[in-house]
Nanobody, 123 residues
């Protein structure tokens, strides 16, 4: 299983970014998927997570209404659309897949991880 995240960069407060995570070696339909982030000195936190079959999505309170997790099965790719970005959204963002199909924001539940992509929100 391989996951490769991209799309990070420098953006001004209020701006938008879309992260992509190309997944190989598993079907998106049968696994929970998630986006996580980790800021310096902080623990890794679940930002947006999707149950198998996209049956349920859950978000951190801090990003509700601003971030949207989605996927394209034809491309085997997971996305995170981030709008109205704030300086506190600055972090390394990771995508992950879980062999279990239940959506969870707990990073310990996830089995496969991609390398992170850095998002910096600054003026």
């Amino acid at each position: 299983v391989q996951l490769q995240a991209c799309g990070g960069g420098l953006v001004q407060p209020g701006g938008s970014l879309r992260l992509s995570c190309a997944v190989s070696g598993l079907s998106l339909d049968y696994h929970a998927l998630g986006w996580f982030r980790q800021a310096p000195g902080e623990e890794r936190e679940g930002v947006g997570c999707m149950a198998s079959g996209a049956s349920r999505m859950i978000y951190a309170d801090s990003v509700k209404g601003r971030f949207t997790i989605s996927r394209d099965n034809s491309k085997n790719t997971l996305y995170l659309q981030m709008n109205s970005l704030k300086t506190e959204d600055t972090a390394v963002y990771y995508c992950a897949a879980d062999n279990d199909g239940l959506a969870s924001r707990n990073p310990n539940r996830y089995d496969s991880w991609g390398r992170g992509t850095l998002v910096t929100v600054s003026s």
